[in-house]
């Protein structure tokens, strides 16, 4: 019960971790950046609470997956950056989209 019991805190500690992490992750690199499958439509509906992500690509397990865009719960002092493709002297990589951090006010001159 004990190993179970550490198990389960350490999980917690690196969702916790991963959710509120603002460093942007990158993917393999490619010879060719890869096309959106579906057309990115701007959402210019607004929602007091909700936020839109845009379609973009997440890397799992050292792979691009496509993730169709969304709404997402507002987070208090941060604003969504949307990933966007590098290239680089090897190619090109995704840097996948992250929440940054933002002064109060200008979050509040942004939202409210």
């Excluded at 997440?58 to 604003?79: D, L, M, P």
């Excluded at 493709?85 to 942004?110: A, H, P, R």
Aim: proline share 2%; net charge positive.
């Amino acid at each position: 019960m004990k190993n179970f019991t550490q198990i389960a805190v350490i999980g917690i500690i690196v969702l916790c971790a991963v959710s509120i992490s603002t460093a942007q992750n990158t993917g393999p690199v490619l010879a060719e950046k890869l096309e959106a499958p579906e057309q990115i439509v701007k959402q210019t509906l607004q929602k007091r609470a909700l936020i839109w992500i845009d379609g973009q690509w997440k890397i799992e397990n050292n792979q691009y997956i496509w993730a169709s865009g969304h709404w997402e719960t507002k987070k208090i002092g941060y604003i969504f950056i949307n990933g966007k493709w590098e290239q680089t002297s090897k190619g090109w990589v995704w840097k996948e989209g992250y929440w940054k951090k933002i002064d109060f006010n200008k979050w509040m001159s942004l939202y409210a």
